[in-house]
């Protein structure tokens, strides 16, 4: 039972267009949104997040929006650098109850961004 | 500030042998998280303590999977006996306490069983 989904396994854009990813969550409990990054050998590192509250987020070049009523989120990454070449996971977490505090992850997207 | 760190980086065994994966997170994090990377289903949790107790241990796939945490600075992932479709990147992750309070992983150990 996969509560995040991440649908596309990969995306290639071109060095200062805009990365489009995105995110489909199924558990309407989920009230916590985040984005981490990885590189190769090492382990995730958070980008960005988003509350429940909200509908988009931003930091430099990174905004995330949250549409609650389709359960979808996405991050836009304007522009795209090849430093950010890396893959991009989505999780989320509920508040309260047995879950609390437990951060469930999607499959990952592959982002290459070519100079 | 060292970051959570996990040993071994890359382990090869065979199936059947017994492996453990240890973890020392962050000094004054409370929470610490046992994740493994697949292709198929990205990052699984698979326990999570809050405060050295085994919050949620639901994702642990089977009885041969094992994890303590007998103080705030050290956790082991032990799978005994180690099969192939264990392999797999695990990767263990700590944060100070709440909820909205981002992950922080170590670089992973890369698990094979042959």
């Known amino acids: 039972d996969q509560q995040v989904k991440q649908n596309s396994p990969s995306l290639s854009v071109q060095e200062g267009r805009i990365s489009i990813l995105n995110c489909d969550y199924t558990?309407?409990?989920?009230?916590?949104f985040l984005w981490y990054k990885k590189y190769p050998a090492e382990g995730p590192t958070f980008l960005i997040s988003?509350?429940?509250?909200?509908d988009k987020n931003e930091d430099g070049r990174f905004t995330v929006f949250l549409n609650k009523s389709a359960k979808h989120l996405s991050l836009h990454i304007v522009p795209s650098q090849p430093g950010d070449s890396a893959v991009y996971f989505c999780?989320?977490?509920?508040?309260?109850?047995?879950?609390?505090?437990?951060?469930?992850f999607g499959q990952g997207t592959i982002l290459t961004v070519h100079p | 500030d060292a970051g959570v760190i996990q040993s071994p980086r890359h382990e090869v065994t065979e199936m059947g042998q017994e492996v453990t994966l240890r973890c020392k997170p962050i000094?004054?994090?409370?929470?610490l998280f046992w994740y493994r990377q697949t292709m198929m289903r990205g990052l699984e949790l698979l326990i999570y303590?809050?405060?050295?107790?085994?919050?949620?241990d639901s994702g642990m796939p089977e009885d041969r999977f094992s994890a303590k945490m007998p103080n705030a600075s050290f956790s082991t992932l032990k799978i005994q006996p180690s099969e192939p479709r264990d392999s797999a990147v695990y990767f263990c992750?700590?944060?100070?306490?709440?909820?909205?309070?981002?992950?922080?992983f170590g670089n992973g150990t890369r698990l094979t069983v042959t």
């Open positions: 992750a700590s944060r100070q306490g709440q909820q909205n309070s981002p992950l922080h």
């Open positions: 558990n309407s409990m989920f009230d916590y």
């Open positions: 988003i509350s429940s509250i909200k």
């Open positions: 999780a989320a977490s509920a508040r309260g109850g047995t879950s609390y505090g437990k951060l469930t």
């Open positions: 000094s004054g994090h409370n929470s």
């Open positions: 303590f809050n405060n050295n107790v085994p919050i949620d």
